[in-house]
């Protein structure tokens, strides 16, 4: 490293301009032309670039100790469950409880709207944060909180993505989902009206029955049942049974 | 055209990648990293190694991978190749470890075959033997730095945080910014070449 001959500030800035592609068009030439004449001058260019390499190395060496402490165990299993299938996983579960339930307490128990809610409520697992999908990383880093339950964390990093693509139909849904996780329902309604209304379907029965299931709880039994009818998941007709009785 | 646009896709994917790991974008990173770590457990768990072991030579594989892309010695196609790069990587780096005489002397060399040898990116030259010896400095300069100095330099240069973001940060203003900046150069420099 060349430390012999002192660096003023503006030459240094004047490489890093260099370093980074920010010089001008003439500016560049000039450089290179110095670059090419004067070796002093191109082994000074050399050790800044090896300088601010080593800062960035050096860096991001002290950070994976951090990376490698939350390496999730179930890493590999995670990523290749289909949501599907885990919602079928879920639904029947959920499904052979209500009826266990409903066989014990079919008497004795007069359920509210809320009650009812509490019951069957437990918030869409998300999507799978592979990487092959990172069209949107910020996206995927808000989807991250949102399975640690950060659902706040999860709303302030989607929001500003709605702003630019409002009629996003997955954005909307999850900002909702976030919301009624988070046990704001009057929030998360809005947002899932309005996967209802779109034409895109991959959300759209999810949609349907989270809505019901939020209307629920604010007690707006006619609105539930209304949302919860259009949803085909097996869950909503045994609601709907619960709450006709 | 529908070609074109078939090809298109993908191409964004791994080029945004390839864009957020050059900018160090930290949760693309993590992500990585976190995302292929376990297959080189296991390999290394597998071929007598121990958990310590298998976290140093894949945190050098991941560096020595950030590295190449950095550099645009390494340009993957897509993703599974990027990840079957790392893989190879660490699993030549404990190869070689194995072969290495601070490990020779335990282990029975058959057990060696099931690994193939080539790595065409990591075979260095003298001249690059040498950069590499520099960047080692510099490193070790940087980790001896003061920690004002650190934090700096690292907003600038590995968060690569604007001038005036930082200057806020700091509650100075730009130019006084620059000048500490510089002064922190300076410094790291001085260190680099006494490590020399």
Redesign the interface.
């Known amino acids: 490293m060349d430390l012999d001959k002192n660096m003023t500030q503006e030459e240094l800035a004047h490489i890093e301009r260099y370093i980074n592609n920010n010089l001008t068009f003439e500016e560049l030439s000039i450089f290179e032309e110095k670059l090419k004449n004067n070796p002093d001058f191109k082994n000074q260019v050399e050790d800044i670039k090896t300088l601010l390499f080593g800062i960035e190395k050096q860096a991001l060496k002290e950070q994976l100790d951090t990376f490698h402490k939350d390496i999730p165990i179930e890493v590999i299993e995670d990523k290749k469950q289909p949501k599907f299938r885990f919602l079928n996983f879920k639904k029947t579960a959920v499904a052979a409880a209500v009826i266990i339930a409903l066989g014990s307490f079919w008497y004795t128990n007069r359920s509210t709207p809320k009650s009812v809610f509490a019951k069957h409520y437990t918030p869409d697992p998300g999507l799978p944060t592979t990487m092959s999908s990172s069209d949107n990383f910020i996206f995927y880093d808000a989807m991250v909180n949102y399975k640690r339950k950060d659902y706040l964390t999860a709303i302030s990093k989607w929001q500003p993505l709605l702003l630019t693509k409002p009629n996003n139909d997955t954005l909307n849904y999850f900002i909702g989902s976030a919301y009624l996780a988070d046990g704001k329902e009057k929030e998360a309604i809005p947002y899932l009206k309005k996967v209802t209304l779109f034409k895109e379907e991959t959300f759209k029965n999810d949609a349907f029955y989270y809505l019901g299931l939020a209307y629920l709880k604010v007690n707006n039994v006619e609105l539930a049942k209304k949302n919860l009818n259009f949803s085909t998941i097996d869950n909503s007709k045994d609601i709907l049974s619960e709450l006709e009785d | 055209m529908r070609n074109l646009k078939i090809i298109h896709s993908p191409n964004?994917?791994i080029n945004?990648?390839i864009e957020?790991i050059k900018i160090?974008?930290?949760?693309?990173?993590?992500?990585?990293?976190?995302?292929n770590?376990?297959k080189i457990e296991i390999l290394v768990l597998k071929n007598s190694g121990t958990i310590d072991h298998a976290?140093d030579i894949y945190?050098d594989a991941?560096?020595a991978v950030?590295?190449n892309i950095?550099q645009n010695k390494f340009q993957p196609q897509n993703?599974t190749a990027l990840n079957g790069y790392l893989y190879t990587i660490a699993k030549n780096k404990w190869m070689d470890f194995l072969r290495s005489k601070e490990y020779k002397k335990t282990v029975v060399t058959s057990k060696l075959n099931n690994f193939s040898i080539k790595d065409t990116h990591l075979d260095l030259k003298d001249d690059d033997i040498l950069?590499e010896n520099?960047?080692q400095?510099?490193?070790q300069?940087?980790?001896d730095l003061g920690l004002p100095c650190r934090s700096l330099?690292?907003k600038f240069?590995?968060e690569k945080k604007s001038m005036n973001t930082i200057a806020e940060e700091l509650q100075l203003d730009a130019a006084s910014t620059?000048?500490k900046k510089?002064r922190c150069?300076?410094k790291?420099?001085?260190l680099?070449?006494k490590e020399?």
Request: proline content about 0%; charged content about 25%.
């Open positions: 964004r994917a945004q990648l957020a160090n974008d930290t949760h693309v990173l993590k992500e990585l990293y976190q995302n770590y376990r976290k945190q991941f560096l950030w590295q950095k993703e950069k520099r960047l400095n510099v490193m300069a940087f980790k330099l690292m240069y590995f620059r000048n510089y150069m300076q790291l420099r001085k680099a070449l020399h």
